[in-house]
């Protein structure tokens, strides 16, 4: 008697047949979570990349003009189809890619001489974005806005001017998932986001 207390019952097939459904059951859920997070992630990825796409933007229009207002000469911000973009690369309306130079017609020499690109960048094709806006701003020495003829640039590009100048950065993957950044003619640069209105509550909106 003390024997069989000793020794380990073993399941039955009751108990067998339970912890299989049990496995199914929790193999279904998971399956069941993993489809919904899918959507999810997404949407997240989507949103992360029109983020920073717009974020680096943002950045690279601050720096034309910091640029222009350090050296007290124009500086040109251009969207460009060039990979990667040079200073001499040719600004294109609705392109993924950005550059900055400084305008070698602004400079003692005034001849088309580029003094180099300032910053070239791909983050657009690189974060699948599409990218809508001019082909050129132009900032003058005061970090503003100002309106050049394609003669009278070193790009050879008429400059862009509204208040404000909008550049539309969305993601390739989701449509629904896009930045706005906003170009004003006094100099203020702005990045808001397009699934939200703008408000007191909600001050990154659009």
């Given at each position: 008697?003390?024997?069989?207390?000793?020794?380990?019952?073993?399941?039955?097939?009751?108990?067998?047949?339970?912890?299989?459904?049990?496995?199914?059951?929790?193999?279904?859920?998971?399956?069941?979570?993993?489809?919904?997070?899918?959507?999810?992630?997404?949407?997240?990825?989507?949103?992360?990349?029109?983020?920073?796409?717009?974020?680096?933007?943002t950045d690279?229009?601050?720096l034309a003009?910091?640029?222009?207002?350090?050296?007290?000469?124009?500086?040109?911000?251009?969207?460009?189809?060039?990979?990667?973009?040079?200073?001499?690369?040719?600004?294109?309306?609705?392109?993924?890619?950005?550059?900055?130079?400084?305008?070698?017609?602004?400079?003692?020499?005034?001849?088309?001489?580029?003094?180099?690109?300032?910053?070239?960048?791909?983050?657009?094709?690189?974060?699948?974005?599409?990218?809508?806006?001019?082909?050129?701003?132009?900032?003058?020495?005061?970090?503003?806005?100002?309106?050049?003829?394609?003669?009278?640039?070193?790009?050879?590009?008429?400059?862009?001017?509204?208040?404000?100048?909008?550049?539309?950065?969305?993601?390739?993957?989701?449509?629904?998932?896009?930045?706005?950044?906003?170009?004003?003619?006094?100099?203020?640069?702005?990045?808001?986001?397009?699934?939200?209105?703008?408000?007191?509550?909600?001050?990154?909106?659009?």
């Open positions: 008697m003390a024997l069989e207390r000793l020794m380990p019952s073993r399941p039955s097939h009751e108990h067998r047949n339970l912890s299989s459904i049990e496995l199914t059951l929790a193999a279904a859920l998971t399956a069941i979570l993993v489809a919904l997070a899918v959507p999810s992630l997404g949407t997240w990825t989507a949103d992360t990349q029109a983020r920073s796409a717009a974020e680096s933007l690279a229009i601050r003009q910091g640029t222009a207002v350090a050296n007290g000469r124009t500086s040109l911000f251009a969207l460009t189809t060039a990979t990667p973009p040079v200073a001499g690369s040719t600004p294109v309306a609705n392109s993924p890619n950005w550059f900055v130079v400084l305008d070698a017609l602004d400079s003692p020499g005034k001849t088309r001489t580029s003094s180099g690109v300032l910053l070239g960048s791909t983050d657009g094709t690189r974060h699948d974005v599409t990218v809508a806006g001019p082909a050129l701003t132009c900032f003058n020495a005061l970090g503003r806005q100002i309106t050049l003829a394609a003669g009278a640039n070193s790009l050879s590009t008429a400059c862009s001017a509204a208040d404000p100048i909008v550049y539309l950065v969305a993601s390739n993957s989701d449509a629904s998932r896009y930045f706005e950044v906003l170009v004003y003619a006094g100099g203020w640069v702005r990045m808001c986001d397009g699934a939200k209105v703008f408000s007191i509550a909600t001050p990154d909106g659009c």
